[in-house]
């Protein structure tokens, strides 16, 4: 059963469920933010993104790619990446974060591609 958090996950993160393995949250960085010329890092978690704005994403020694709302991103943990900004309105998006032996077990972590997506309808 999820459980209600609510709460800050830093400056532009929001946790607000967490369940057995998984916290469900939202991401909001706007157009603008110093975040945007540095190196990010997705944390020690798998993360399952759904964006909500347009965003070039990439990890951090590859090129960053538009992703847009009818894709799924998914990065393995501990993973560095870049973004650039495409809409006026930022990176938006929602996501899950995935403990690790639970990623395995859903075969979310590739070993190969630490930044990949996947259509989404």
Do not use: Q
Not at 42 to 49: M, R, S
Not at 84 to 108: H, K, N, Y
Request: proline share 6%.
């Amino acid at each position: 059963m999820a459980r209600v958090l609510d709460r800050a996950a830093g400056k532009h993160a929001r946790h607000e469920f967490a369940g057995s393995g998984y916290i469900l949250g939202r991401f909001r960085c706007p157009a603008g933010d110093a975040r945007w010329s540095a190196l990010d890092w997705i944390g020690e978690w798998p993360h399952v993104v759904l964006p909500e704005t347009p965003v070039r994403i990439g990890p951090a020694d590859g090129r960053a790619e538009l992703r847009t709302v009818n894709e799924v991103v998914v990065y393995d943990g501990d993973t560095h990446y870049r973004r650039v900004a495409v809409s006026t309105e930022g990176d938006r998006c929602a996501f899950i974060a995935v403990e690790p032996a639970l990623a395995d077990e859903l075969a979310l972590t590739s070993g190969r591609f630490r930044v990949r997506h996947a259509p989404a309808d």
